[in-house]
Nanobody
Framework: QVQLVESGGGLVQAGGSLRLSCATS????????ITWFRQAPGKEREFVAA???????YYADSVKGRFTISRGNAKNTLDLQMDTLKPEDTAVYFC??????????????????WGQGTQVTVSS
């Protein structure tokens, strides 16, 4: 059974940093694309960053250079380090896993497994 559990959200001032973690079970990093999405109130779910089958990493243009995904200290976790945060980064952040092909990694419909989400609020 696949399970994804996010942690690490919170309230931070603009310019600050947060580190989110996605603890996974029931999947292998080489067999799945594990992706961070976010959803702000009244907006659609938005691609943030992906670990594509543990080969390459991909980022949305809006976070490139500020956010970094990496394997956590525990082998089954994928972390999202968020630096230089902006108020527009405020959203619920979700971890998702699926067998999306490379051309579809930004499409949330390609993911069959989701965590419960963690709130990130950036104050100005």
């Amino acid at each position: 059974q696949v399970q994804l559990v996010e942690s690490g959200g919170g309230l931070v001032q603009a310019g600050g940093s947060l580190r989110l973690s996605c603890a996974t079970s029931g999947i292998t990093f080489s067999g799945y694309t594990i992706t961070w999405f976010r959803q702000a109130p009244g907006k659609e779910r938005e691609f943030v960053a992906a670990n594509f089958r543990n080969t390459n990493k991909y980022y949305a243009d809006s976070v490139k250079g500020r956010f970094t995904i990496s394997r956590g200290n525990a082998k089954n976790t994928l972390d999202l380090q968020m630096d230089t945060l902006k108020p527009e980064d405020t959203a619920v952040y979700f971890c998702a896993a699926g067998r999306a092909i490379l051309s579809s990694i930004r499409d949330p419909n390609m993911y069959g497994h989701w965590g419960q989400g963690t709130q990130v609020t950036v104050s100005s």
